[in-house]
């Protein structure tokens, strides 16, 4: 059965950072696009990033409140581990984070194994 965990959530102060991990079971994450995504309270899930399976090019939504320059997705095929390194955290960043994956990086109706998210509170 094929499975996603998240981790490394926690509670940081702005400006700081964290390194989400995605691991995986009965799957190889290196044959799939592995996006990131979070939904805040009372708000729809947003796409965080997204990178490719074979040339690992990735992608940051200019919707998910200007992530670029400061979120950086990445993998780890040996650890079969795809990662999430988030800097200068603000406090709209606060939500749960999921990992997912997909033949490619597309819309997220096409990803289809999901985690079960981990935590982001950035807060004074």
């Known amino acids: 059965q094929v499975q996603l965990v998240e981790s490394g959530g926690g509670v940081v102060q702005p400006g700081g950072s964290l390194r989400l991990s995605c691991a995986a079971s009965a799957i190889t994450l290196e044959y799939y696009a592995i996006g990131w995504f979070r939904q805040a309270p009372g708000k729809e899930r947003e796409g965080v990033a997204c990178?490719?399976?074979?040339?690992?090019?990735?992608?940051?939504?200019d919707s998910a409140d200007s992530v670029k320059g400061r979120f950086t997705i990445s993998r780890d095929n040996a650890k079969n581990t795809v990662y999430l390194q988030m800097n200068s955290l603000k406090p709209e960043d606060t939500a749960v984070y999921y990992c997912?994956?997909?033949?490619?990086?597309?819309?997220?109706?096409?990803?289809?194994?999901w985690g079960q998210g981990t935590q982001v509170t950035v807060s004074s």
């Open positions: 997912a994956t997909s033949p490619m990086c597309a819309t997220e109706s096409q990803f289809e194994h």
């Open positions: 990178i490719s399976s074979g040339d690992g090019n990735t992608y940051y939504t």
